[in-house]
């Protein structure tokens, strides 16, 4: 193998594949990128046997020939190089060697006939989106996965495709976050829910652009697919909530208010709430809706917090209790100016919705407050 | 106690103090903030019997007073304040009010009788320089004290005044930082070895600006003074190393090369050299000089790298060993475009100099490499 190519164009390369490397495996080989020329292309491909990525580039193939290189080695001597042509080969010791200007690195290589195949893919059912729309709708729900490998379908956010709109919905017992979006192209309904750890990682390959990006699944797996990449990750088995039935549709108090104000409320709020040395759970911050005020509260033996924000109120007025950092996390993720808060009774769930759009919702159970 | 003062002027006098507060203590007074009032102006205060730094900011006192509080909660509760007006109070179950807007906050306080006091200085000897200066010395040395509490002189860095010159030196038993300036004023001849950590929390309070700073020392306390904040700090006890005579004279070899090119080839080789299983000081980078070159390699189970440079080179040609971070260290402290490297034989000392300042000075002691 022999190949002469552009720093930049290989280091775009080995950047997106090197995020499919495993971390903690026994077996060195899935540590490793495998480069396979292809007439005048390469293909890097890493695969961890969950998530399997693969990025092809044109470059100047001297001589055809595959090989397995360790990603991380391989990766950081390319990011350190000066920004020009490199020669990269297989010398008669199997030792890859990198020439750049007076540089010249010769590292240990695996046989790459090892390498684990990556699944094939019958793709069934696929959709087309922007990068730029699905790394939104990653960011607005992956928060709110579940982390407890107790119930795995939780670990994963559903895609659910119903009459041309894309639904990404992520809920992990507490909370459970909802953006949706109309797809342009006349498409199948079909679901499927992709591992949090996939959409992480996919959401670092992505670009913040217009490109396209087609999400297809077929029975086991789902494949990511852009110009000169392919993510292939398994699809997560198992019963999905019907989070249709759980989000309400009435509320009894809703208030209107400026997001950034009551987000540092919080902030402030969940230093003394959190500080507690028994578990933050055990001591929600209290929320009252009084006409045209909310206040929010909270004490413990850190000290004694109270926050009083003037609001737009409608409805009745309400007690209940919160985890402050189910709130936070909605507050990040909406980037509106203002945001409706909708409860129903002090324990049923509420609901936080940008005013200005409606393409989110996402929604908090309550604490019971202690009687003191 | 009862006092108003603006946001803005409390966080950088908290900001500042904050530095000074004890981590890992069995004594929770030694995690808290004094806070002082007098006539028109608070002082804060904290020692972690170690390092004492107080800061003294005017305000609006309403009622004298004074006391301690979590240093911690109170600083992120005001830092997360709005920026206006705040009102500051202990209330009549000793508790610490603050309140801005619609927050109030409670924290508990501590009793102020049980700070301890910060020690006395009878400043003997002083100095003033420019904070930026300072800066400027600390940077530049402080990466080569030892961390070895073995040879405690070595974890400070020596302030030497002679001649109203003065040096800052480090030292760690594998190679020597020192920086020196000439002195605007008068001075006695003295000196002090000041503990590495009092530094890096100096360098993090003083400013990248043009204003004093007084460096006093007593028999066994160092004192920095600025306009409002006071550092107490106590020095080394014993003999620093006679840093004069052990850094050479002459060289045999001496090579001239840009920085960043050089930089650049220790950066990608100690991928290599400090990617060994084995400790990397037993795989030393081996630096080669020729005749209008460099040439540094090394090997080890990883793989081979070699580096090639052409520089301008004077003297014999020479082989010696290296632990390349320090090499590195020193290419990150000197902040000029090209570096002298000079060399005595493979196993004395080298020197990496600035090409157009001479008003620092890295030594590096060699490795003996290995027969093959």
Same mark, same amino acid.
């Given at each position: 193998?022999?190949?002469?190519?552009?720093?930049?164009?290989?280091? /775009?390369?080995?950047?997106?594949? !090197?995020?499919?490397?495993?971390?903690?495996?026994?077996?060195?080989?899935?540590?490793?990128?495998?480069?396979?020329?292809?007439?005048?292309?390469? /293909?890097?491909?890493?695969?961890?046997?969950?998530?399997?990525?693969?990025?092809?580039?044109?470059?100047?193939?001297?001589?055809?020939?595959?090989?397995?290189?360790?990603?991380?080695?391989?990766?950081?001597?390319?990011?350190?190089?000066?920004?020009?042509?490199?020669?990269?080969?297989?010398?008669?010791?199997?030792?890859?060697?990198?020439?750049?200007?007076?540089?010249?690195?010769?590292?240990?290589?695996?046989?790459?006939?090892?390498?684990?195949?990556?699944?094939?893919?019958?793709?069934?059912?696929?959709?087309?989106?922007?990068?730029?729309?699905?790394?939104?709708?990653?960011?607005?729900?992956?928060?709110?996965?579940?982390?407890?490998?107790?119930?795995?379908?939780?670990?994963?956010?559903?895609?659910?495709?119903?009459?041309?709109?894309?639904?990404?919905?992520?809920?992990?017992?507490?909370?459970?976050? *909802?953006?949706?979006?109309? *797809?342009?192209?006349?498409?199948?309904?079909?679901?499927?829910?992709?591992?949090?750890?996939?959409?992480?990682?996919?959401?670092?390959?992505?670009?913040?652009?217009?490109?396209?990006?087609?999400?297809?699944?077929?029975?086991?797996?789902?494949?990511?697919?852009?110009?000169?990449?392919?993510? !292939?990750?398994?699809?997560?088995?198992?019963?999905? *909530?019907?989070?249709?039935?759980?989000?309400?549709?009435?509320?009894?108090?809703?208030?209107?208010?400026?997001?950034?104000?009551?987000?540092?409320?919080?902030?402030?709020?969940?230093?003394?709430?959190?500080?507690? !040395?028994?578990?933050?759970?055990?001591?929600?911050?209290?929320?009252?809706?009084?006409?045209? /005020?909310?206040?929010?509260?909270?004490?413990?033996?850190?000290?004694?917090?109270?926050?009083?924000?003037?609001?737009?109120?409608?409805?009745?007025?309400?007690?209940?209790?919160?985890?402050?950092?189910?709130? *936070?996390?909605?507050? /990040?993720?909406?980037?509106?100016?203002?945001?409706?808060?909708?409860?129903?009774?002090?324990?049923?769930?509420?609901?936080?919705?940008?005013?200005?759009?409606?393409?989110?919702?996402?929604?908090?159970?309550?604490?019971?407050?202690?009687?003191?």
């Amino acid at each position: 193998m022999k190949i002469v190519c552009y720093k930049d164009n290989i280091l /775009k390369a080995i950047n997106s594949v !090197v995020k499919g490397v495993a971390s903690k495996t026994t077996m060195p080989i899935l540590e490793g990128i495998l480069i396979q020329t292809n007439d005048d292309e390469i /293909k890097l491909t890493t695969y961890d046997l969950e998530i399997g990525i693969e990025y092809v580039i044109k470059c100047d193939v001297k001589e055809q020939g595959s090989t397995v290189v360790n990603a991380i080695m391989f990766s950081e001597i390319i990011r350190k190089l000066p920004d020009t042509e490199i020669n990269i080969s297989v010398n008669n010791n199997n030792l890859l060697e990198i020439e750049c200007e007076g540089a010249l690195y010769k590292l240990a290589t695996m046989n790459p006939d090892e390498f684990p195949e990556l699944p094939k893919i019958e793709v069934e059912n696929s959709i087309e989106i922007e990068q730029n729309a699905l790394k939104n709708m990653i960011r607005k729900t992956i928060f709110a996965v579940s982390s407890e490998e107790s119930r795995p379908i939780f670990t994963g956010c559903l895609f659910e495709i119903e009459n041309n709109k894309l639904s990404v919905v992520a809920v992990d017992g507490f909370r459970l976050a *909802l953006r949706s979006m109309y *797809l342009n192209k006349q498409s199948n309904n079909f679901s499927a829910v992709i591992p949090g750890r996939t959409l992480n990682e996919v959401n670092k390959i992505i670009s913040d652009s217009f490109e396209p990006i087609k999400i297809g699944v077929s029975k086991n797996q789902a494949l990511f697919e852009m110009e000169n990449c392919k993510i !292939v990750t398994r699809i997560l088995d198992g019963e999905f *909530l019907n989070y249709k039935n759980v989000i309400p549709s009435n509320w009894e108090t809703r208030i209107r208010v400026n997001k950034n104000s009551i987000q540092n409320c919080f902030e402030r709020i969940s230093l003394i709430s959190s500080s507690a !040395v028994e578990k933050e759970k055990k001591y929600p911050v209290k929320v009252n809706v009084d006409i045209g /005020k909310v206040v929010i509260s909270c004490t413990n033996q850190t000290g004694d917090a109270k926050e009083e924000l003037y609001v737009s109120t409608e409805g009745k007025n309400l007690e209940a209790g919160f985890n402050p950092k189910y709130f *936070l996390d909605s507050f /990040k993720a909406i980037d509106d100016e203002e945001v409706y808060i909708e409860f129903g009774s002090s324990i049923s769930p509420c609901l936080v919705k940008s005013v200005e759009n409606n393409d989110y919702t996402y929604m908090i159970l309550p604490i019971r407050l202690k009687e003191d």
